[in-house]
């Protein structure tokens, strides 16, 4: 499947703050456990105007990133050096917003962040279970439930990682609202719930999340040393957590999800390869709106 050339309906969509705005209300409430109800006909109207939106939104991001996806092998060892490679050269890599927050940033400025994160923030567990409905290659089934397992603190409540990230954010009295959520990561969040619950984008979603467990690490324990240094405690185990456990995720969800993927459909590589590419230029769209933010958008720091 091509993607649709960018028109410009297309593109205003995906810049849009007001359309990701509506956009992440309605996965909220469509995603939200609820009852049989008298007005489900405007329900199901309202779910084909807002899946056509989002689908519009889906297939301009594709063309943005179509050319470099191109590139991805369709063999799994090279598939892999590929997607591995993205840890160093994707969109987004090595922000000079993430040593600052881990070495200057106040309190007031790490509120903002963490705030907008949470506020963003799809659920990785729930994404994960989403995606791996129906996925064709047992093995590649097994580590998605694995990594499901882990998300879910191999059934032990106090280890499960949201409630981690929801204990931080009440520690730090923390208010996310889509209201007060810069549009681009009100974007990374409805990419990625676009990606695990549209299934033509079933593959994609192993590309968005499977680069999420390979970029975070860096990520996480910058953001872990600022905590500390702020004089947080026991709560930012969720970063520090996630800077050690996701390099051993990424490495059995590259090993045991993508490869056997790809062995098994060479086609797939292409879409795995622009779910990566869609996912870490959503998360450099949303670095630079925080620098914008927090430093100024003339300031020369900015430039990464």
Not at 51 to 58: C, N
Not at 273 to 288: D, I, K, Q, V
Request: negative net charge; contains cysteine.
């Amino acid at each position: 499947m091509t993607p649709s050339a960018p028109s410009a309906a297309n593109d205003r969509l995906a810049f849009d703050d007001g359309f990701h705005k509506r956009l992440a209300h309605w996965n909220h409430r469509r995603l939200s456990p609820g009852f049989p109800h008298a007005d489900w006909r405007a329900e199901l109207a309202e779910e084909h105007t807002m899946r056509e939106l989002e689908s519009e939104f889906m297939e301009a991001f594709r063309a943005e990133v179509a050319e470099r996806a191109a590139t991805a092998p369709t063999d799994p060892e090279g598939m892999l050096r590929w997607f591995e490679d993205l840890k160093d050269t994707g969109p987004g890599q090595n922000d000079p917003l993430f040593p600052w927050l881990a070495e200057e940033a106040d309190m007031e400025a790490m509120r903002w962040f963490l705030q907008q994160e949470v506020a963003g923030e799809a659920g990785f567990d729930d994404l994960v279970a989403y995606t791996q409905v129906k996925i064709p290659v047992a093995r590649a089934k097994l580590e998605l439930a694995a990594n499901y397992w882990d998300e879910m603190g191999r059934g032990s409540e106090g280890g499960m990682h949201g409630p981690m990230l929801d204990a931080l954010a009440r520690k730090l009295d923390l208010q996310p609202e889509i209201e007060t959520t810069v549009g681009p990561a009100l974007a990374l969040g409805n990419t990625l719930v676009a990606m695990a619950t549209h299934r033509r984008y079933a593959y994609h979603s192993v590309g968005g999340l499977g680069v999420v467990e390979l970029t975070a690490p860096w990520r996480a324990e910058l953001i872990a040393q600022g905590l500390k240094r702020l004089g947080v405690g026991k709560e930012r185990i969720y970063f520090a957590l996630h800077a050690t456990l996701d390099i051993k995720h990424s490495e059995t969800w590259n090993a045991e999800v993508l490869q056997p993927l790809v062995a098994a459909d060479p086609g797939c590589a292409r879409y795995i390869a622009e779910g990566a590419l869609m996912r870490l230029t959503s998360g450099a769209r949303c670095f630079e709106a925080y620098r914008a933010h927090l430093w100024g958008k003339d300031d020369l720091r900015g430039a990464a």
